[in-house]
């Protein structure tokens, strides 16, 4: 069963985290959040202090996340779509204290990550924060989208593309995979991606996993490995939009380049990726789920190690609806929140 735990908002949201005692904090794209308590209310919005956004296209506010020791140090991390006085963007990501009340602030903002270079382009940002084990950062991005962007997915002087891994304060991790290089970035964790919209880390082996489209097919799901180059644009399960089907690079296979581990042709236009470990639903432990934005579903992905092994497609609407982000709870159910100016946050538990 699916019930909306927090009503549809006047601003489209893009993702969402839990708080303590049962609340949740909700990023809208314009360029704030609001907090929704356990019994769905929401806070007014939260703003003051927030850099700004470019909010347009794909731009706004992107992913939220809490500081791992978030109970000691009320830190939260959200990246966005930044903008440039010349008119470009890039994606950014930033920190602040939240001081919860009736009227919600930040404090002690502070920008920690821009990518580089910035790009006149609304679309392909990413973006999903990630915590590894120790405590160091991962930023999924994209590649812009024009065509500028897109062939630098390969070039390790650009962060367009790539995966970067950064420190709780903006440094740089000493065992990122291409320090210490004078023609790479250190701050890249892995490269040739198109737009990475989803992530997590596995909770057995402590390795990102992430969801990211592809062009007319070949949306991917790869586990994003220390220095790899996943093949964007040179490999690709995917074609060129439109009706002639125009090859992109040189195929679907190339030596040195990593294989998705699945993909979807037709696409599914990838939203959050999480794993399920939860005991509320038995027979979900262990699954992978893949939220939609063109699919009108959810995919539950059975995975046996490193191989998907079936899948299933989960409404949870009689409408059609844009699944955006999606995560389990600490209460074990699965979470979901839609996308658009009616999204809501639905929570799936068992039928009773």
């Not at 062939?151 to 991790?173: A, F, W």
Request: net charge neutral; no cysteine; hydrophobic share 35%.
């Amino acid at each position: 069963d699916a019930k909306a735990v927090v009503p549809p908002a006047t601003n489209p949201a893009r993702s969402f985290d839990f708080l303590p005692g049962g609340k949740y904090i909700i990023a809208e794209r314009p360029g704030q959040f609001r907090i929704a308590d356990k019994d769905g209310k929401l806070s007014p919005p939260i703003k003051d202090g927030l850099p700004a956004v470019a909010y347009a296209g794909q731009g706004g506010l992107l992913d939220v996340a809490l500081d791992p020791d978030f109970a000691r140090n009320q830190t939260i991390y959200w990246s966005y779509s930044e903008p440039q006085a010349d008119g470009t963007n890039n994606t950014a990501v930033a920190k602040a204290k939240l001081v919860d009340g009736a009227q919600p602030k930040l404090e002690n903002v502070q920008v920690i990550y821009h990518q580089k270079p910035s790009l006149r382009s609304p679309l392909h940002f990413g973006s999903r924060l990630v915590f590894a084990r120790d405590g160091t950062l991962f930023v999924t991005q994209g590649e812009r989208s024009v065509r500028e962007g897109r062939m630098q997915s390969q070039d390790l002087k650009s962060g367009l593309g790539k995966i970067v891994r950064i420190n709780k304060d903006g440094t740089i991790p000493k065992d990122n995979p291409f320090v210490g290089r004078a023609d790479a970035l250190p701050e890249i964790w892995s490269y040739g991606h198109r737009n990475v919209q989803g992530a997590f880390l596995h909770p057995t082996t402590g390795e990102l996993w992430e969801l990211e489209h592809g062009p007319q097919g070949g949306d991917e799901i790869n586990i994003a490995r220390k220095g790899k180059d996943y093949g964007w644009p040179t490999i690709t399960y995917g074609v060129e939009y439109g009706p002639a089907n125009t090859k992109i690079g040189e195929g679907s296979q190339k030596a040195g380049m990593e294989q998705p581990i699945y993909y979807w042709d037709p696409v599914i236009a990838p939203g959050g990726l999480t794993y399920y470990s939860g005991d509320l639903i038995p027979k979900w432990k262990g699954s992978v789920f893949a939220a939609g934005l063109n699919s009108d579903y959810v995919a539950r992905l059975t995975v046996d190690g490193e191989k998907v092994q079936g899948e299933e497609r989960l409404k949870f609407s009689d409408k059609r609806e844009r699944y955006r982000d999606i995560a389990q709870g600490p209460d074990g159910a699965l979470y979901l929140l839609t996308d658009g100016p009616a999204g809501r946050l639905l929570k799936v538990t068992p039928k009773s």
